[in-house]
């Protein structure tokens, strides 16, 4: 018997406990501080009590090597199979334009286009996905740029298209920066809406010195009545909290102001918070950006100090909220990257790409669907096979299972091979994770 190769072992934080995971045979205890020492003493080269032993076997923790090479085939191949019935989400860019000077935006050194959005262009999208994606499920996400912009252009622009999804019977969500949902709210209700994705990043001018018009002026009023609309026409609204070092303090005040409005109490409303950080070229000021942990370590404090927080947001921690709510782990995850698998973006001029991470960059362009219909296989090939099987890196990490090797775009960008890894710090993570809600 040995030491399983995807045991996670660590101290759970502010503890005298320990925790032990493992994503492949589905358990996960905590320990005591004299268990927690046994498996230390172990890799020292100490022996193991025999009934401590015994229950470690039971849990998967000590393996027969083989059955657990087995184990991972096969659940491997389950992985495979289930991911190829899951529902595909597909981005859809009409324009790169927005009406928004966001300090942080990744998209400012896009080259502009001269070509513009047309129906033609939108029943071709509609016939491709048709096409390549019949008989699975699926649903539309309208991204940008910014896609509701406030014109009349627009607007006949995003009815067509929401028609077009009812006659498709697909639903669709918005990522929106949410300053013109009011005046969209009719057009909205036409169609089957999944959710609409909205940036608030934090209360009053916190947020407007993040996220202003172009030529100056406030955003924070507006997005709030947008909400508000989107709520009293039962349109669920996912609420989304960019952050940084520079608003990140914001978090306890978004989290009450949220509390107040009553939002946290409808059905329709959630809410996610996203780390700003460095995706295609560096920002003005990287030291304001966290690292994945010490984003997470903050919130972590912030929640010691409010717990309401936990009203508006509850932090995954990797697995840990998923174990804290259900009773058990999740599937092993062998791909965290949807890229080309469960995900695909396509923009207005009639290109194609994996997931919105390489939307719009013109090299990472997979293909076209208008004004014909073209595919790039050598490169599509390169993100259908990436998962932690064959990024090598992957095969002798015990933490791949709850990792999945990251994000391929962030992995591509640094390395220059898509087959690279986004290392996610998944031991710290649970150490937090623990100690907030096990």
Not at 210 to 215: D, E, I, Q, Y
Not at 342 to 365: L, M, R
């Amino acid at each position: 018997m040995i030491y399983s190769k995807h045991n996670i072992f660590s101290k759970i934080a502010d503890s005298d406990n320990y925790f032990i995971v493992n994503l492949l045979s589905g358990s996960a205890d905590i320990l005591s501080p004299e268990e927690g020492k046994m498996i230390q003493d172990f890799h020292k080269g100490k022996e193991i009590t025999p009934d401590f032993f015994e229950n470690l076997k039971d849990q998967g923790y000590f393996v027969d090597k083989n059955e657990e090479e087995r184990l991972f085939r096969n659940k491997y191949l389950n992985f495979i199979d289930d991911r190829d019935d899951d529902e595909v989400q597909l981005f859809f860019v009409p324009n790169y334009s927005c009406n928004f000077a966001c300090t942080y935006c990744y998209q400012d050194e896009y080259s502009t286009v001269k070509q513009e959005l047309t129906n033609e262009i939108i029943d071709s999208f509609f016939n491709y996905i048709n096409n390549e994606f019949a008989g699975r499920k699926k649903y539309i996400t309208i991204f940008g740029g910014e896609p509701l912009l406030n014109s009349q252009k627009q607007k006949d622009l995003i009815s067509y298209m929401l028609h077009q999804a009812k006659k498709f019977n697909l639903e669709v969500c918005f990522v929106t920066n949410g300053y013109s949902l009011e005046e969209y709210i009719d057009i909205l209700k036409i169609a089957d809406i999944r959710e609409i994705q909205v940036t608030l990043d934090g209360i009053g001018i916190t947020h407007d010195k993040r996220r202003f018009l172009k030529g100056g002026g406030a955003s924070f009023e507006k997005i709030v009545k947008g909400i508000d609309a989107c709520l009293q026409n039962e349109l669920t609204v996912n609420l989304r909290m960019v952050v940084d070092k520079e608003n990140i303090e914001g978090l306890p005040e978004m989290a009450k102001f949220a509390i107040d409005k009553g939002w946290t109490k409808n059905s329709l409303f959630k809410t996610q918070l996203g780390r700003n950080y460095e995706l295609h070229h560096c920002q003005a000021s990287s030291e304001k950006l966290f690292s994945r942990i010490s984003l997470y370590e903050t919130i972590f404090q912030q929640v010691k100090l409010h717990p309401y927080i936990l009203d508006f947001y509850k932090p995954a921690y990797s697995i840990s909220k998923f174990l804290a709510e259900n009773g058990s782990l999740p599937d092993p995850l062998f791909d965290s990257c949807p890229a080309c698998k469960t995900e695909w973006a396509f923009d207005y001029t009639g290109q194609i790409y994996s997931c919105t991470a390489t939307v719009g960059k013109t090299d990472e362009s997979l293909g076209s669907f208008y004004p014909e219909i073209s595919r790039k296989d050598e490169m599509i090939a390169e993100w259908e096979n990436r998962d932690v099987t064959s990024i090598e890196a992957c095969s002798s990490c015990n933490l791949q299972l709850a990792c999945g090797g990251g994000c391929g775009s962030v992995a591509k960008n640094r390395t220059g091979t898509v087959c690279s890894t986004d290392c996610r710090p998944v031991k710290e993570l649970l150490e937090l994770g623990f100690a907030s809600y096990l």
